[in-house]
């Protein structure tokens, strides 16, 4: 009888994970990967979320997570809040999202690190609800065609379909990164050192010139920065390969106030990357 018994006996979602010490990799995390759920007037809609990457780490990196150690954490996690293990595991006859779903309570979720898929019951009825969440996967060391680097504030790319920038060329409160409809695909910057401890919120609106302060439309729930003077604090979201569409242009602020534009003033530097 054959080991593999021509690949009837290899399970689909777990097989036997093969290393390739061949190449030399690195940790990357990937910060702030924007998640839609599927709208739900209850609580307990079922949630299918493949993420941007597979090769979800352990909290470490130095193997691939499982159920007990994981990189993987949700920014809020109010939607999808109790992890649990992946159910029948190498099980053929339940190896399906029906059954494996049909086990969850609301809130709970579960994660298959190998392929960057996660299910789940939401905790609250959802609409428009979107969350983002953080984890890490490994990549090779070697550059590839059509990377992007940001390093030391410059962006290059040797991609012929490179993305746009808009990047600060000193501390400010916000800008216009496009003023006619497009998508956003990545934005990173620093909140100074120099600016008061306190709680501060980086905005992404749909808009085509800064607003003035009070009720903006939204791109994607406020980054929240908890900041104390004297130390830089950095943020990274990351939207792609979709990325968030825009209507009327993209415009990023620093606000004082979450869901409402309060201008806090001159003190991030951010780059944006659009099209």
């Known amino acids: 009888m054959s080991l593999l018994t ?18 030399s990799t690195k940790v990357f995390e990937v910060s702030l990967e924007a998640v839609l ?46 992890q649990v293990p992946w159910r029948f595991k ?5 190896d399906n999202a ?16 190998e392929n960057g898929f996660i299910l789940g019951k939401a905790a609250i009825a959802t609409s428009s609800t979107s969350d983002s969440v ?9 550059t590839v065609e059509g990377d992007i680097s940001i390093t030391n504030g410059s962006v290059s790319s040797d991609n012929t379909d490179a993305y746009s920038v808009d990047q600060s060329d000193l501390l400010e409160s916000g800008s216009v990164s496009k003023n006619s ?30 607003p003035a302060d009070g009720a903006v439309t939204l791109l994607f729930t406020p980054i929240k920065l908890v900041h104390t003077t004297g130390i830089d604090t950095y943020f990274d979201l990351d939207a792609s390969p979709a990325g968030l569409p825009a209507t009327s242009g993209i ?17 991030c530097s951010v780059v944006a990357l659009y099209k």
Do not use: C
């Open 90 to 94: 190498n099980h053929s006859e339940k």
């Open 251 to 267: 415009v990023w602020v620093l606000s004082s106030t979450e869901f409402t534009k309060t201008l806090a003033g001159d003190f």
């Open 134 to 142: 953080t984890y890490s996967v490994r990549t090779r060391v070697s």
């Open 181 to 210: 409809s497009g998508n956003l695909y990545k934005v990173a910057g620093r909140l100074d050192r120099t600016a008061p401890t306190g709680v501060y919120y980086v905005q992404l609106l749909n808009a085509s010139s800064v």
């Open 37 to 82: 759920f599927t709208d739900g007037a209850s609580a307990g809609t079922v949630q299918q979320i493949k993420l941007d990457y597979d090769g979800i780490m352990s909290a470490t990196g130095e193997r691939i997570g499982n159920d007990g150690d994981t990189s993987l954490v949700w920014t809020t996690g109010s939607v999808l809040t109790t």
């Open 6 to 23: 021509d690949r009837a006996g290899i399970a689909s979602r777990t097989p036997m994970p093969v290393a390739d010490v061949t190449s």
């Open 98 to 113: 029906t059954d494996r779903l049909a086990t969850l309570a609301n809130g709970e979720y579960m994660v298959d690190h």
